[in-house]
Protein backbone atom coordinates (compact mmCIF):
# COMPACT_ATOMS: atom_id res chain seq x y z
CA UNK A 1 0.00 0.00 0.00
CA UNK A 2 1.60 3.26 -0.77
CA UNK A 3 0.44 6.12 -2.58
CA UNK A 4 1.50 7.03 -6.14
CA UNK A 5 0.87 10.03 -8.92
CA UNK A 6 -1.86 9.14 -11.58
CA UNK A 7 -1.99 10.65 -14.59
CA UNK A 8 -5.21 10.96 -16.28
CA UNK A 9 -5.60 11.39 -19.76
CA UNK A 10 -8.56 12.52 -22.46
CA UNK A 11 -9.01 14.39 -25.54
CA UNK A 12 -11.54 16.46 -23.67
CA UNK A 13 -13.35 16.65 -20.73
CA UNK A 14 -15.10 13.27 -20.50
CA UNK A 15 -12.15 11.14 -18.97
CA UNK A 16 -13.39 13.56 -15.72
CA UNK A 17 -16.13 10.76 -15.54
CA UNK A 18 -13.54 8.49 -14.88
CA UNK A 19 -11.35 10.62 -12.69
CA UNK A 20 -14.24 10.96 -10.40
CA UNK A 21 -14.22 7.16 -9.94
CA UNK A 22 -10.74 7.43 -9.23
CA UNK A 23 -11.16 10.51 -6.67
CA UNK A 24 -13.84 8.18 -5.16
CA UNK A 25 -12.72 4.71 -5.04
CA UNK A 26 -8.84 5.42 -4.60
CA UNK A 27 -8.70 8.77 -3.35
CA UNK A 28 -5.49 8.42 -1.39
CA UNK A 29 -3.26 8.83 -4.49
CA UNK A 30 -2.45 12.05 -6.48
CA UNK A 31 -3.87 12.68 -9.94
CA UNK A 32 -2.85 14.43 -12.65
CA UNK A 33 -5.49 14.96 -15.51
CA UNK A 34 -4.73 16.37 -19.01
CA UNK A 35 -7.48 17.30 -21.74
CA UNK A 36 -6.07 17.83 -24.92
CA UNK A 37 -8.79 20.26 -25.48
CA UNK A 38 -6.67 22.30 -28.49
CA UNK A 39 -7.66 19.19 -30.85
CA UNK A 40 -10.65 17.32 -29.41
CA UNK A 41 -12.66 15.94 -30.26
CA UNK A 42 -10.79 12.42 -31.12
CA UNK A 43 -13.62 10.13 -32.02
CA UNK A 44 -13.81 11.17 -35.50
CA UNK A 45 -9.69 11.26 -36.46
CA UNK A 46 -7.66 8.52 -38.34
CA UNK A 47 -6.11 6.15 -35.62
CA UNK A 48 -2.31 7.67 -36.62
CA UNK A 49 -3.07 10.88 -35.93
CA UNK A 50 -4.83 10.02 -32.37
CA UNK A 51 -1.11 7.63 -31.54
CA UNK A 52 0.63 10.87 -32.45
CA UNK A 53 -1.69 12.85 -29.92
CA UNK A 54 -1.39 10.57 -27.22
CA UNK A 55 2.29 10.34 -27.60
CA UNK A 56 2.80 14.01 -27.19
CA UNK A 57 0.51 13.65 -24.19
CA UNK A 58 2.50 10.56 -22.54
CA UNK A 59 5.45 12.74 -22.68
CA UNK A 60 4.00 15.58 -21.13
CA UNK A 61 2.73 13.84 -18.07
CA UNK A 62 5.81 11.87 -17.67
CA UNK A 63 7.50 15.09 -17.47
CA UNK A 64 5.21 15.81 -14.27
CA UNK A 65 6.50 12.67 -12.63
CA UNK A 66 3.54 10.40 -12.73
CA UNK A 67 3.63 6.62 -11.98
CA UNK A 68 1.41 5.41 -13.87
CA UNK A 69 -1.02 6.85 -16.67
CA UNK A 70 -4.98 6.66 -17.09
CA UNK A 71 -5.84 6.73 -20.85
CA UNK A 72 -9.54 7.71 -20.09
CA UNK A 73 -10.72 8.15 -23.72
CA UNK A 74 -11.61 5.02 -25.82
CA UNK A 75 -10.49 6.71 -29.14
CA UNK A 76 -6.95 6.96 -27.49
CA UNK A 77 -6.79 3.62 -25.71
CA UNK A 78 -7.42 1.79 -29.29
CA UNK A 79 -4.58 3.20 -30.31
CA UNK A 80 -2.61 1.83 -26.73
CA UNK A 81 0.51 -0.69 -28.24
CA UNK A 82 1.30 -3.39 -26.31
CA UNK A 83 4.39 -4.71 -27.91
CA UNK A 84 5.72 -0.54 -26.70
CA UNK A 85 7.59 -0.06 -23.33
CA UNK A 86 6.23 3.53 -22.73
CA UNK A 87 8.24 3.28 -19.75
CA UNK A 88 5.72 3.39 -16.84
CA UNK A 89 2.49 0.92 -16.97
CA UNK A 90 -0.46 2.77 -19.11
CA UNK A 91 -4.31 1.36 -18.76
CA UNK A 92 -6.48 1.97 -21.34
CA UNK A 93 -10.26 1.45 -20.99
CA UNK A 94 -11.49 -1.02 -23.65
CA UNK A 95 -10.24 -4.04 -21.73
CA UNK A 96 -11.67 -3.57 -18.52
CA UNK A 97 -15.28 -2.93 -19.64
CA UNK A 98 -14.51 -5.59 -22.08
CA UNK A 99 -14.25 -8.07 -19.81
CA UNK A 100 -17.10 -7.09 -17.36
CA UNK A 101 -19.34 -7.57 -20.45
CA UNK A 102 -18.34 -11.03 -21.47
CA UNK A 103 -18.58 -11.52 -17.42
CA UNK A 104 -22.38 -10.51 -17.85
CA UNK A 105 -23.57 -11.81 -21.28
CA UNK A 106 -25.25 -14.89 -20.69
CA UNK A 107 -27.00 -15.07 -24.13
CA UNK A 108 -23.48 -13.83 -25.61
CA UNK A 109 -24.70 -10.63 -26.94
CA UNK A 110 -23.30 -7.25 -26.99
CA UNK A 111 -24.20 -3.78 -27.89
CA UNK A 112 -22.26 -1.09 -27.69
CA UNK A 113 -22.29 2.71 -28.37
CA UNK A 114 -18.85 4.52 -29.31
CA UNK A 115 -17.29 7.60 -31.32
CA UNK A 116 -16.90 6.63 -35.12
CA UNK A 117 -13.36 5.67 -34.46
CA UNK A 118 -13.48 3.28 -31.69
CA UNK A 119 -16.42 1.43 -33.86
CA UNK A 120 -13.96 1.29 -36.83
CA UNK A 121 -10.90 0.29 -35.24
CA UNK A 122 -13.36 -2.41 -33.80
CA UNK A 123 -11.55 -2.33 -30.62
CA UNK A 124 -14.03 -3.80 -28.50
CA UNK A 125 -14.67 -6.35 -31.11
CA UNK A 126 -11.36 -7.62 -30.86
CA UNK A 127 -10.80 -7.09 -27.18
CA UNK A 128 -14.45 -9.13 -26.16
CA UNK A 129 -13.89 -11.83 -28.98
CA UNK A 130 -10.44 -12.58 -27.44
CA UNK A 131 -12.05 -13.78 -24.21
CA UNK A 132 -15.31 -15.07 -26.05
CA UNK A 133 -15.36 -15.87 -29.87
CA UNK A 134 -18.82 -16.63 -29.55
CA UNK A 135 -20.17 -13.21 -28.47
CA UNK A 136 -22.10 -11.65 -31.44
CA UNK A 137 -21.45 -7.86 -31.12
CA UNK A 138 -23.41 -5.06 -32.14
CA UNK A 139 -21.69 -1.72 -32.17
CA UNK A 140 -22.98 2.18 -33.13
CA UNK A 141 -21.18 4.74 -33.69
CA UNK A 142 -22.37 7.46 -31.87
CA UNK A 143 -20.31 10.97 -33.43
CA UNK A 144 -23.02 13.85 -31.93
CA UNK A 145 -23.07 12.68 -28.38
CA UNK A 146 -19.60 14.34 -27.49
CA UNK A 147 -20.68 17.69 -28.51
CA UNK A 148 -24.37 17.32 -27.26
CA UNK A 149 -22.08 17.09 -23.84
CA UNK A 150 -19.91 19.37 -24.69
CA UNK A 151 -22.13 22.01 -25.08
CA UNK A 152 -23.96 20.65 -21.67
CA UNK A 153 -27.39 19.47 -23.82
CA UNK A 154 -27.72 16.34 -21.17
CA UNK A 155 -31.05 16.99 -20.49
CA UNK A 156 -32.81 18.15 -23.56
CA UNK A 157 -35.18 16.88 -26.26
CA UNK A 158 -33.07 16.85 -28.58
CA UNK A 159 -30.94 14.36 -27.16
CA UNK A 160 -33.18 12.24 -26.13
CA UNK A 161 -34.30 12.32 -29.88
CA UNK A 162 -30.59 11.70 -31.04
CA UNK A 163 -30.07 9.00 -28.18
CA UNK A 164 -33.39 7.51 -29.46
CA UNK A 165 -32.35 7.01 -33.23
CA UNK A 166 -28.97 5.64 -31.98
CA UNK A 167 -30.05 3.19 -29.44
CA UNK A 168 -33.32 1.65 -30.75
CA UNK A 169 -31.86 -0.32 -33.52
CA UNK A 170 -29.11 -1.73 -30.53
CA UNK A 171 -32.22 -3.26 -28.78
CA UNK A 172 -33.97 -5.37 -31.30
CA UNK A 173 -31.66 -7.76 -31.01
CA UNK A 174 -31.91 -7.87 -27.04
CA UNK A 175 -28.70 -7.36 -26.02
CA UNK A 176 -27.65 -8.72 -22.63
CA UNK A 177 -25.29 -5.05 -21.65
CA UNK A 178 -24.49 -1.92 -23.39
CA UNK A 179 -21.06 -0.96 -23.00
CA UNK A 180 -20.45 2.94 -22.99
CA UNK A 181 -17.84 2.83 -25.22
CA UNK A 182 -16.48 6.84 -24.82
CA UNK A 183 -16.15 8.14 -21.32
CA UNK A 184 -18.54 11.61 -22.22
CA UNK A 185 -21.20 9.09 -22.18
CA UNK A 186 -21.74 8.61 -18.49
CA UNK A 187 -22.52 12.13 -18.38
CA UNK A 188 -25.66 10.87 -20.46
CA UNK A 189 -26.41 8.05 -18.55
CA UNK A 190 -30.06 9.08 -17.27
CA UNK A 191 -31.21 10.12 -20.93
CA UNK A 192 -29.75 7.02 -21.73
CA UNK A 193 -31.77 4.93 -18.94
CA UNK A 194 -34.66 6.27 -20.60
CA UNK A 195 -34.25 4.61 -24.10
CA UNK A 196 -32.78 1.47 -22.57
CA UNK A 197 -34.89 1.30 -19.55
CA UNK A 198 -34.16 -0.05 -15.80
CA UNK A 199 -33.62 -4.03 -17.10
CA UNK A 200 -30.12 -3.74 -19.36
CA UNK A 201 -26.91 -3.39 -17.50
CA UNK A 202 -24.80 -0.33 -18.87
CA UNK A 203 -21.13 -0.78 -18.37
CA UNK A 204 -19.04 2.44 -17.75
CA UNK A 205 -15.50 2.39 -18.89
CA UNK A 206 -15.19 4.74 -16.07
CA UNK A 207 -16.14 2.22 -13.48
CA UNK A 208 -14.22 -0.37 -15.23
CA UNK A 209 -10.76 0.69 -15.00
CA UNK A 210 -10.75 1.54 -11.52
CA UNK A 211 -10.08 -2.49 -10.96
CA UNK A 212 -7.23 -2.87 -12.64
CA UNK A 213 -5.58 0.44 -11.07
CA UNK A 214 -7.01 -0.66 -7.79
CA UNK A 215 -5.18 -3.79 -8.36
CA UNK A 216 -1.83 -2.36 -9.68
CA UNK A 217 -1.93 0.13 -6.97
CA UNK A 218 -3.50 -0.78 -3.94
CA UNK A 219 -4.47 2.24 -1.22
CA UNK A 220 -5.65 2.10 2.13
CA UNK A 221 -10.24 2.78 1.89
CA UNK A 222 -10.83 6.40 3.13
CA UNK A 223 -13.53 7.08 5.72
CA UNK A 224 -13.71 10.71 5.02
CA UNK A 225 -14.82 11.80 1.67
CA UNK A 226 -13.85 15.15 2.52
CA UNK A 227 -10.55 14.42 2.44
CA UNK A 228 -10.04 13.58 -0.79
CA UNK A 229 -7.59 15.77 -2.65
CA UNK A 230 -7.76 18.64 -5.38
CA UNK A 231 -6.82 16.96 -8.56
CA UNK A 232 -4.20 18.98 -10.32
CA UNK A 233 -6.06 20.04 -13.77
CA UNK A 234 -3.91 20.50 -17.35
CA UNK A 235 -5.65 21.42 -20.79
CA UNK A 236 -4.58 22.50 -24.01
CA UNK A 237 -6.67 25.28 -24.73
CA UNK A 238 -9.34 26.89 -22.27
CA UNK A 239 -12.52 25.25 -22.10
CA UNK A 240 -15.49 26.97 -21.28
CA UNK A 241 -17.08 24.28 -20.30
CA UNK A 242 -14.95 22.37 -17.58
CA UNK A 243 -16.67 24.44 -15.01
CA UNK A 244 -20.07 23.69 -15.64
CA UNK A 245 -19.06 19.73 -16.25
CA UNK A 246 -16.66 19.41 -13.07
CA UNK A 247 -19.74 20.45 -11.08
CA UNK A 248 -22.69 19.01 -12.63
CA UNK A 249 -19.75 15.79 -11.70
CA UNK A 250 -18.50 17.42 -8.41
CA UNK A 251 -21.35 19.12 -6.90
CA UNK A 252 -20.19 19.86 -3.50
CA UNK A 253 -16.34 20.09 -4.24
CA UNK A 254 -14.86 23.57 -5.80
CA UNK A 255 -13.87 23.69 -8.83
CA UNK A 256 -9.86 23.80 -9.41
CA UNK A 257 -7.95 25.92 -11.28
CA UNK A 258 -6.96 24.97 -14.71
CA UNK A 259 -3.60 25.29 -16.10
CA UNK A 260 -3.61 25.54 -19.94
CA UNK A 261 -0.42 24.18 -21.62
CA UNK A 262 1.43 24.30 -24.98
CA UNK A 263 3.05 21.15 -25.71
CA UNK A 264 2.74 21.38 -29.15
CA UNK B 1 -5.26 39.71 -65.85
CA UNK B 2 -3.00 37.19 -65.24
CA UNK B 3 -3.61 33.61 -63.67
CA UNK B 4 -2.25 33.25 -59.94
CA UNK B 5 -2.34 29.83 -57.30
CA UNK B 6 -4.90 30.78 -54.61
CA UNK B 7 -4.55 28.73 -50.88
CA UNK B 8 -7.64 28.46 -49.40
CA UNK B 9 -7.88 27.70 -45.86
CA UNK B 10 -10.21 25.74 -43.51
CA UNK B 11 -10.17 24.10 -39.85
CA UNK B 12 -12.17 21.06 -42.14
CA UNK B 13 -14.53 20.82 -44.94
CA UNK B 14 -16.55 24.05 -44.74
CA UNK B 15 -14.25 25.83 -46.61
CA UNK B 16 -15.58 23.96 -49.66
CA UNK B 17 -18.29 25.99 -50.10
CA UNK B 18 -16.19 28.96 -50.45
CA UNK B 19 -14.13 26.55 -53.40
CA UNK B 20 -16.84 26.06 -54.79
CA UNK B 21 -17.33 29.76 -55.64
CA UNK B 22 -14.17 30.47 -56.14
CA UNK B 23 -14.09 27.74 -59.29
CA UNK B 24 -17.07 29.16 -60.29
CA UNK B 25 -16.78 32.34 -60.27
CA UNK B 26 -13.23 32.83 -60.88
CA UNK B 27 -11.96 29.80 -63.04
CA UNK B 28 -9.10 30.18 -64.15
CA UNK B 29 -6.86 30.61 -60.94
CA UNK B 30 -5.55 27.70 -59.41
CA UNK B 31 -6.27 26.44 -56.07
CA UNK B 32 -4.76 25.08 -53.76
CA UNK B 33 -6.81 23.50 -50.82
CA UNK B 34 -5.98 22.90 -46.96
CA UNK B 35 -8.07 21.16 -44.53
CA UNK B 36 -7.28 21.60 -40.87
CA UNK B 37 -8.78 17.69 -40.11
CA UNK B 38 -6.39 16.44 -37.87
CA UNK B 39 -7.54 19.26 -35.23
CA UNK B 40 -11.15 20.58 -36.26
CA UNK B 41 -13.24 21.89 -35.28
CA UNK B 42 -11.83 25.50 -34.31
CA UNK B 43 -15.18 27.26 -33.43
CA UNK B 44 -15.04 25.74 -29.73
CA UNK B 45 -11.37 27.13 -29.55
CA UNK B 46 -9.44 29.53 -27.93
CA UNK B 47 -8.52 32.81 -30.32
CA UNK B 48 -4.75 31.93 -28.95
CA UNK B 49 -4.79 28.37 -30.26
CA UNK B 50 -6.71 29.25 -33.67
CA UNK B 51 -4.00 31.92 -33.98
CA UNK B 52 -1.53 29.59 -33.71
CA UNK B 53 -3.07 27.13 -36.12
CA UNK B 54 -3.45 29.77 -38.69
CA UNK B 55 0.43 30.77 -38.69
CA UNK B 56 1.39 27.26 -39.35
CA UNK B 57 -1.52 27.04 -42.21
CA UNK B 58 -0.07 29.83 -43.57
CA UNK B 59 3.59 28.76 -43.64
CA UNK B 60 2.60 25.17 -45.22
CA UNK B 61 0.70 26.94 -47.77
CA UNK B 62 3.43 29.73 -48.56
CA UNK B 63 6.00 26.37 -49.07
CA UNK B 64 3.07 25.35 -51.84
CA UNK B 65 3.92 28.84 -53.53
CA UNK B 66 0.58 30.37 -53.38
CA UNK B 67 0.13 33.93 -54.52
CA UNK B 68 -2.52 34.68 -51.66
CA UNK B 69 -4.17 32.65 -49.56
CA UNK B 70 -8.58 33.06 -48.56
CA UNK B 71 -9.21 31.86 -45.51
CA UNK B 72 -12.64 30.04 -45.69
CA UNK B 73 -12.85 29.54 -41.93
CA UNK B 74 -14.90 32.37 -39.87
CA UNK B 75 -13.21 31.18 -36.37
CA UNK B 76 -9.74 31.58 -37.90
CA UNK B 77 -10.56 35.01 -40.38
CA UNK B 78 -11.43 36.47 -36.93
CA UNK B 79 -7.97 35.85 -35.58
CA UNK B 80 -6.11 37.33 -38.93
CA UNK B 81 -4.29 40.42 -37.38
CA UNK B 82 -4.18 43.48 -39.90
CA UNK B 83 -1.11 44.85 -38.22
CA UNK B 84 0.72 41.62 -39.54
CA UNK B 85 2.57 41.44 -42.58
CA UNK B 86 2.35 37.89 -43.49
CA UNK B 87 4.00 38.18 -46.81
CA UNK B 88 1.57 37.89 -48.88
CA UNK B 89 -2.30 38.92 -49.41
CA UNK B 90 -4.74 37.25 -46.82
CA UNK B 91 -8.30 36.91 -47.45
CA UNK B 92 -10.11 36.73 -44.70
CA UNK B 93 -14.33 36.01 -44.72
CA UNK B 94 -15.83 38.43 -42.04
CA UNK B 95 -15.16 41.75 -43.62
CA UNK B 96 -16.51 41.33 -47.09
CA UNK B 97 -20.24 39.60 -45.31
CA UNK B 98 -20.12 42.50 -42.83
CA UNK B 99 -20.37 45.14 -46.01
CA UNK B 100 -22.68 42.92 -47.79
CA UNK B 101 -25.01 43.17 -44.72
CA UNK B 102 -24.47 46.92 -44.25
CA UNK B 103 -25.48 47.61 -47.48
CA UNK B 104 -28.81 45.82 -47.43
CA UNK B 105 -29.43 46.74 -43.66
CA UNK B 106 -32.40 49.34 -43.98
CA UNK B 107 -34.24 49.12 -40.44
CA UNK B 108 -30.84 48.62 -39.38
CA UNK B 109 -30.60 45.08 -37.65
CA UNK B 110 -28.62 42.76 -38.65
CA UNK B 111 -28.65 38.50 -37.67
CA UNK B 112 -25.84 36.35 -37.62
CA UNK B 113 -25.47 32.91 -36.60
CA UNK B 114 -21.79 31.48 -35.48
CA UNK B 115 -19.61 29.09 -34.15
CA UNK B 116 -18.85 30.44 -30.26
CA UNK B 117 -15.79 31.70 -31.19
CA UNK B 118 -16.51 33.87 -33.58
CA UNK B 119 -19.60 34.66 -31.53
CA UNK B 120 -17.46 35.65 -28.22
CA UNK B 121 -14.51 37.36 -30.12
CA UNK B 122 -17.53 39.58 -31.49
CA UNK B 123 -15.83 40.32 -35.22
CA UNK B 124 -19.04 40.30 -36.95
CA UNK B 125 -20.17 43.38 -34.72
CA UNK B 126 -16.68 44.58 -34.67
CA UNK B 127 -16.53 44.84 -38.42
CA UNK B 128 -20.05 45.37 -39.06
CA UNK B 129 -20.11 49.02 -36.45
CA UNK B 130 -17.00 50.35 -38.13
CA UNK B 131 -19.16 50.84 -41.52
CA UNK B 132 -22.39 52.20 -39.39
CA UNK B 133 -21.69 51.94 -35.89
CA UNK B 134 -25.96 52.30 -35.64
CA UNK B 135 -27.20 48.68 -36.67
CA UNK B 136 -28.23 46.86 -33.84
CA UNK B 137 -26.64 42.90 -34.33
CA UNK B 138 -28.13 39.99 -33.42
CA UNK B 139 -25.59 37.13 -32.60
CA UNK B 140 -26.69 33.45 -32.13
CA UNK B 141 -23.71 31.20 -31.04
CA UNK B 142 -24.95 27.33 -33.21
CA UNK B 143 -22.44 24.88 -31.87
CA UNK B 144 -24.34 21.91 -32.84
CA UNK B 145 -24.08 22.80 -36.76
CA UNK B 146 -20.63 22.07 -37.81
CA UNK B 147 -20.71 18.61 -36.21
CA UNK B 148 -24.34 17.90 -38.49
CA UNK B 149 -22.57 19.24 -41.30
CA UNK B 150 -19.52 16.83 -41.17
CA UNK B 151 -21.98 14.04 -40.28
CA UNK B 152 -23.94 14.55 -42.88
CA UNK B 153 -27.07 14.95 -41.70
CA UNK B 154 -28.10 18.12 -43.53
CA UNK B 155 -31.63 16.78 -44.73
CA UNK B 156 -32.99 15.44 -40.99
CA UNK B 157 -35.32 15.88 -38.91
CA UNK B 158 -33.17 16.56 -35.93
CA UNK B 159 -31.29 19.60 -37.60
CA UNK B 160 -34.63 21.14 -38.46
CA UNK B 161 -35.01 20.97 -35.11
CA UNK B 162 -31.76 22.31 -33.50
CA UNK B 163 -32.22 24.61 -36.22
CA UNK B 164 -35.24 26.24 -35.09
CA UNK B 165 -34.02 26.42 -31.65
CA UNK B 166 -31.24 28.66 -32.69
CA UNK B 167 -32.13 31.17 -35.60
CA UNK B 168 -36.21 31.06 -34.61
CA UNK B 169 -35.58 33.85 -31.38
CA UNK B 170 -33.12 35.94 -33.79
CA UNK B 171 -36.53 35.99 -36.16
CA UNK B 172 -38.26 37.92 -33.74
CA UNK B 173 -35.93 41.14 -33.52
CA UNK B 174 -37.54 41.07 -37.63
CA UNK B 175 -33.86 41.73 -39.18
CA UNK B 176 -33.14 42.46 -42.52
CA UNK B 177 -30.81 40.14 -43.34
CA UNK B 178 -28.77 36.21 -41.45
CA UNK B 179 -25.28 36.29 -41.98
CA UNK B 180 -23.88 32.39 -42.14
CA UNK B 181 -20.97 33.56 -40.25
CA UNK B 182 -19.12 29.85 -40.50
CA UNK B 183 -18.43 28.70 -43.97
CA UNK B 184 -20.12 25.18 -42.98
CA UNK B 185 -23.58 26.42 -42.93
CA UNK B 186 -24.29 26.80 -47.08
CA UNK B 187 -24.19 23.25 -46.65
CA UNK B 188 -27.70 24.11 -44.73
CA UNK B 189 -28.87 26.67 -46.86
CA UNK B 190 -32.04 24.56 -47.68
CA UNK B 191 -32.99 23.52 -43.77
CA UNK B 192 -32.29 27.13 -43.15
CA UNK B 193 -34.29 28.18 -45.71
CA UNK B 194 -37.38 26.12 -44.04
CA UNK B 195 -36.95 28.51 -40.92
CA UNK B 196 -36.66 31.73 -42.26
CA UNK B 197 -38.55 31.31 -45.08
CA UNK B 198 -38.44 32.87 -48.59
CA UNK B 199 -38.15 36.66 -47.86
CA UNK B 200 -34.67 37.11 -45.61
CA UNK B 201 -32.21 38.04 -47.30
CA UNK B 202 -29.30 34.98 -46.08
CA UNK B 203 -25.65 36.20 -46.56
CA UNK B 204 -23.37 33.46 -47.12
CA UNK B 205 -19.43 34.27 -46.52
CA UNK B 206 -18.57 32.56 -49.60
CA UNK B 207 -20.42 34.42 -51.72
CA UNK B 208 -18.67 37.50 -50.41
CA UNK B 209 -15.18 37.34 -50.10
CA UNK B 210 -15.02 36.23 -54.13
CA UNK B 211 -15.21 40.37 -54.56
CA UNK B 212 -12.36 40.94 -52.75
CA UNK B 213 -10.08 38.43 -54.38
CA UNK B 214 -11.47 39.50 -57.87
CA UNK B 215 -10.41 42.91 -56.76
CA UNK B 216 -7.34 41.81 -56.33
CA UNK B 217 -6.80 39.11 -58.77
CA UNK B 218 -8.58 39.74 -61.60
CA UNK B 219 -8.87 36.73 -64.29
CA UNK B 220 -11.31 36.30 -67.74
CA UNK B 221 -14.49 34.63 -67.64
CA UNK B 222 -14.40 30.92 -68.63
CA UNK B 223 -17.31 30.06 -71.16
CA UNK B 224 -17.14 26.35 -70.87
CA UNK B 225 -17.76 25.21 -67.44
CA UNK B 226 -16.23 22.23 -68.25
CA UNK B 227 -13.11 23.43 -67.80
CA UNK B 228 -12.60 24.37 -64.51
CA UNK B 229 -9.19 22.64 -63.12
CA UNK B 230 -9.28 20.31 -60.36
CA UNK B 231 -8.22 21.97 -57.22
CA UNK B 232 -5.36 20.38 -55.11
CA UNK B 233 -6.48 18.92 -51.99
CA UNK B 234 -4.36 18.68 -48.92
CA UNK B 235 -5.44 17.84 -45.30
CA UNK B 236 -4.01 17.28 -41.85
CA UNK B 237 -6.05 14.07 -40.99
CA UNK B 238 -8.29 11.41 -43.36
CA UNK B 239 -11.56 12.40 -43.89
CA UNK B 240 -14.10 10.23 -43.92
CA UNK B 241 -16.83 12.71 -44.71
CA UNK B 242 -14.79 14.38 -47.78
CA UNK B 243 -15.88 12.29 -50.85
CA UNK B 244 -19.42 12.72 -49.67
CA UNK B 245 -19.40 16.81 -49.48
CA UNK B 246 -17.01 16.76 -52.53
CA UNK B 247 -19.97 15.51 -54.16
CA UNK B 248 -23.00 17.56 -52.75
CA UNK B 249 -21.37 20.46 -53.70
CA UNK B 250 -19.86 19.61 -57.54
CA UNK B 251 -21.94 16.48 -58.30
CA UNK B 252 -20.58 16.75 -61.86
CA UNK B 253 -17.10 16.65 -60.83
CA UNK B 254 -14.63 13.75 -60.35
CA UNK B 255 -13.81 13.58 -56.44
CA UNK B 256 -9.83 14.72 -56.39
CA UNK B 257 -7.79 12.89 -54.38
CA UNK B 258 -6.65 14.41 -51.05
CA UNK B 259 -3.36 14.25 -49.84
CA UNK B 260 -2.47 13.69 -45.93
CA UNK B 261 0.28 16.29 -44.55
CA UNK B 262 1.26 16.39 -41.54
CA UNK B 263 2.91 19.79 -41.03
CA UNK B 264 2.72 19.63 -36.80
Known sequence: ?????????????GGLTVLKELLLKLPLHNYIYLGDTARLPYGSKSPDTIKRYLDQSIVFLK????DAIVVACNSASSVIQN?????????GVIDPSAKVAVENSFNERVAIIATRTTVKQKSYVKSIQKLNPLISIYQQACPLLVPLVEEGLID???TNLILYRYINPLLQVKPD?????????????????????????????????IKDVEKNFPTPKLSNQDKIKTPQIYMTDESY????????????????????????
Request: glycine fraction near 6%; charged fraction near 15%.
Open 156 to 158: DPI
Open 1 to 13: LKNVTIGVFDSGL
Open 83 to 91: DINYGLPIF
Open 63 to 66: SKNV
Open 241 to 264: MFENIYKTLFPEKEVPAVEIVNFL
Open 177 to 209: CLILGCTHYPLLLNPIRKVVGNELLIISSAESV
